[in-house]
């Protein structure tokens, strides 16, 4: 698996570093509030296991599956929602986990979703911000990395449902999936 990457981007390290960053950011900027924390899945299931622990706040913990890229290598205009979230939105605080945001379609999608149910607030910290493949104009409020427009892999995100195993993040090698 290992052998599939081009270039290593970002190490555990740098990772680690940018959830500490990120995490003592967010619990200055929600003092007094408990958030709602919605990762998304599949891609933020790191990401959030990482943030989360950095964060010094009472928080809900809650998921919402959804999926624009169907294993591929790029976003399709349907975003599916797989899994719904568990529990009521209107009135939180709601602070989006994204493992990356490419397109903005995803999130776009999913502010629109949470804002139609009431939502006092709706934010996004992703772990990845990659502003070359913007189709539409949509900002993260917190970023980890602003990455290159490549196809990445691992740390969550897939190509084809494989990598997110990868304990880092890089370029996947373009035969790999041309
Ligand atoms: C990926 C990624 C983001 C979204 C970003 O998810 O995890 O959720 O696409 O792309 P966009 O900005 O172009 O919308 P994907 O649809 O691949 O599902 P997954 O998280 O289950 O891999
Ligand atoms: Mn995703
Ligand atoms: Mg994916």
Redesign the pocket.
Known sequence: MNNDIEEVLYDQEQIHEAAVRLGQTITKDYAGRKPLVLS?????YLWTADLVREIDLYVDLEFI???????GVT?SNE?QL?TDVQSDVAGRDVLIL????????????LKDLLKDRGANSVQVATFLD?KG???IEIDADYVGFDVRNEFVVGY???YA?LY?NLPYVGILKKDIYS
């Open positions: 998304v899945l599949k891609g933020a599956k959804i999926s624009s890229y169907h294993g976003s975003i797989v994204e493992d990356i945001v490419d397109t903005g379609q995803s999130l776009l999608f990659k493949g913007r189709k969550g995100l897939d449902g997110r």
